[in-house]
């Protein structure tokens, strides 16, 4: 995507008004980690040595407080503790938050409740207690299990310590992900792909793998490593999906695939245009209301949002999300998923009509970038390669 500034296409000004909310998550920021990797552009802090653990979860509890008037009634139906690495917090502490959010919030009875968890032993060992604190999914990021390519990545665990992380995740847990990443530093194709095949020898639930990208802000952007080319980049993707379709697991959203009804149901959330409630040091919230749509951030230095929640003002900015702005937030995330969008959806987390954004669909189909009928759209295969230039189509200078 260019880097010049743009702005949503405009449509016709019109009150927003949603007939029924769309349904709600919501996402828990812990923001420490043993140690900040180099390509992470995440919030994320290292802890050097402790950190206000007891104090921490009692301001996220606070926050949840606080926040109630804003999803009263609300039925909230997946739970995400991301990071940082969540897994530095104890049993006892994961427990407290999921008790409060019980008695707080009406939770779903099958709520997908996950858990962010970094494969080092002493975090392995909380699995236990994890599940029993009523965590009933775990994600783990892994990246790669070549010792090499995880030094590189400036990995704090082995890749034996993953695989014995996960083999105690598999004790205690019926769906788990695992996190990947390709296009590593003087990574070959077929060290991509061995990758892949050790995950597999687990049968998880989930995967997800990522394109190493170097973000902004990041030592990796500061300092870039020798990466593969465009062209063997490509081709690890490739052959990575064709190795997961083999192996039975559906590619249903850029960088994810599941065994038949593993689906993240958090994420997709996120990828419908759903809402969601984040609490934490940065969490980010999207809520619609009957007339409007709103966006939240709270103080993102842990510091700092200990401090305004002890003031009961944990956020640092608010802002409803303007009406020409939400045509292009919702094919933003919705585009993501390869099989696409019921057509109705569309107005149904908007509230705007599908002919404000005909002249774009017509514009992104004659460019073989996308494809619909009366029921559905979806981005083609060539759309799924180059999502971008599909999300520019509905864009303007």
């Known amino acids: ?185 003087n990574q070959t194709l077929e060290q991509a792909l061995q990758d892949v095949q050790t995950a597999l020898s687990f049968a998880p639930q989930h995967l997800s793998c990522y394109h190493l990208t170097l973000e902004p802000n990041t030592l990796f952007h500061r300092n870039p490593p020798a990466l593969p080319d465009d062209e063997l980049s490509s081709d690890m993707q490739q052959h990575i999906e064709q190795l997961l379709a083999a192996s039975g697991y559906q590619h249903y959203e850029t960088s994810a695939f599941a065994q038949p009804q593993r689906r993240a149901k958090h994420n997709l959330n996120y990828w419908k245009f759903g809402d969601y409630l984040g609490i934490g040091a940065g969490a980010h919230s999207k809520l619609s209301f009957p007339d409007k749509i709103i966006r939240q951030v709270r103080y993102k230095q842990p510091q700092a949002y200990l401090q305004q929640v002890a003031k009961n003002a944990p956020l640092q900015s608010e802002q409803q999300v303007g009406h020409g702005e939400l045509g292009f937030e919702f094919m933003l995330n919705a585009l993501r998923l390869n099989e696409g969008f019921d057509s109705a959806l569309f107005t149904e987390r908007t509230s705007l009509p599908l002919i404000g954004i005909q002249r774009e669909l017509a514009e992104a189909e004659r460019r073989g970038l996308l494809t619909r009928d009366i029921q559905r759209i979806a981005p083609t295969q060539l759309g799924q390669r180059f999502l971008n230039d599909l999300l520019e189509i509905f864009l303007k200078q």
């Open 1 to 185: 995507m260019t880097t010049h500034k743009l702005q949503p296409v405009g449509i016709k000004s019109q009150a927003v008004n949603f007939k029924a909310l769309p349904p709600l998550s919501l996402y828990i920021h812990i923001p420490w980690c043993v140690r900040k990797c180099p390509y992470c552009d995440f919030n994320s802090h290292e802890a050097r040595g402790t950190f206000p653990e007891q104090e921490y979860v009692a301001a996220l509890i606070r926050d949840l407080e606080l926040a109630l008037p804003l999803i009263w009634g609300r039925k909230v139906y997946t739970v995400f503790f991301g990071g940082g690495t969540p897994s530095l917090l104890s049993g006892e502490s994961i427990e407290q938050i999921l008790r409060n959010v019980r008695m707080l919030l009406p939770l779903a009875l099958d709520a997908e409740i996950t858990l962010e968890a970094n494969p080092g032993t002493v975090e392995a060992d909380k699995f236990a207690a994890y599940r029993d604190a009523g965590v009933n999914r775990l994600s783990m990021g892994i990246q790669s299990f070549n010792d090499t390519h995880l030094q590189a990545l400036g990995r704090i665990h082995s890749a034996d310590e993953a695989r014995r992380a996960i083999g105690i995740a598999q004790q205690h847990f019926d769906n788990f992900n695992l996190d990947l990443m390709y296009a590593l530093p």
